[in-house]
């Protein structure tokens, strides 16, 4: 059974570095799983209602518009 809903941060890459964020993410940062590793979790995740991705920042990965639901 899917949970209803859950956070995934997706990498720990971010080209900012705002004083109110609480992530320990860096411009130098680990970007998470590879596209093929990022893509099973999405698939295991199948019939979740709400999936919040977060970061760092996402969109600083090349592959995130492979990485679909």
């Not at 596209?35 to 592959?63: A, H, M």
Request: hydrophobic share 30%; with cysteine; glycine share 8%.
């Amino acid at each position: 059974m899917c949970p209803y809903a859950t956070t995934w941060e997706i990498t720990k890459r971010c080209n900012l570095s705002c004083i109110h964020c609480f992530n320990s993410s860096s411009s130098l940062g680990d970007y998470g799983l590879d596209t093929e590793k990022s893509c099973e979790v999405i698939d295991k995740l199948n019939g979740i209602k709400e999936l919040v991705v977060t970061g760092g920042e996402p969109l600083v990965r090349e592959d995130i518009t492979e990485i679909q639901i």
